[in-house]
Each structure stands twice: as structure tokens, then as C-alpha cells.
């Protein structure tokens, strides 16, 4: 296992956490358009930079060491598409009430 890959991993995971559950909203700088929910595309490149160092790290189980980089190539091409657009599903309800105009914007 690569420790820098796992910790950068696990910092942007904290900092997508954060960011999905609104306890930082300080990312959010543009209401609409490009990077409009690149907080959120943190979330999941954490999970695919932490899988991905999973994966290194138990690279002599080949059953396991290729599932393992099958989800972090998924939750790779997530954070691909979560940095132009995510689906409403995707979205939490803050960010909604945000993007739609019924609440305030955060400083």
C-alpha cells in the first residue's frame, strides 16, 4: 500500500464528506456551471484514490486486487462526470434547495 495515495485519498473523502453533509460551504462559488459541484467529485475521487490504494495493497490477491480495481475505475469515472454534472439523486437536499433559489447563498 502507497500511505501518501491512502492519506490523500482519505482527505479528499473527509472533504467530500463535509461537503455533502453542508458543514463546508465555503467551495461553492459559482451556482451553475462548470465546478459547480466539485465538492461533491471529491467525495468520490477519496473513494477512488483510497480503493485504488486497497487495491495496491492486496495486489497478490488477484480475485480480490481485480474487483477492487474495477470500483476504483468506477468511482473514478463518478468523480469524471461529478466535476461538470451529477444527477439529482446524487445531490443532497441543501444543495437543492440552493441551486434552485429558495435558500441563501453561504459565505
Not at 72 to 77: K, M, N, R
Request: no cysteine; hydrophobic share 60%; aromatic share 14%.
Amino acid at each position: 500500500m502507497n500511505p501518501l495515495a491512502a492519506l490523500i485519498g482519505l482527505v479528499f473523502l473527509a472533504m467530500g464528506l463535509l461537503a455533502y453533509t453542508g458543514r463546508w460551504k465555503g467551495w461553492i462559488r459559482f451556482r451553475r456551471g462548470f465546478t459547480s459541484t466539485i465538492g461533491f467529485a471529491w467525495l468520490w475521487f477519496g473513494a477512488a484514490a483510497t480503493t485504488a490504494s486497497l487495491a495496491a495493497a492486496v495486489s497478490s490477491l488477484r480475485p480480490l486486487f481485480f474487483l477492487l480495481v474495477v470500483i476504483s475505475a468506477a468511482l473514478l469515472v463518478i468523480t469524471v462526470v461529478a466535476l461538470f454534472w451529477l444527477p439529482r439523486a446524487l445531490l443532497p437536499s441543501w444543495y437543492l434547495e440552493l441551486r434552485d433559489g429558495s435558500g441563501r447563498r453561504p459565505r
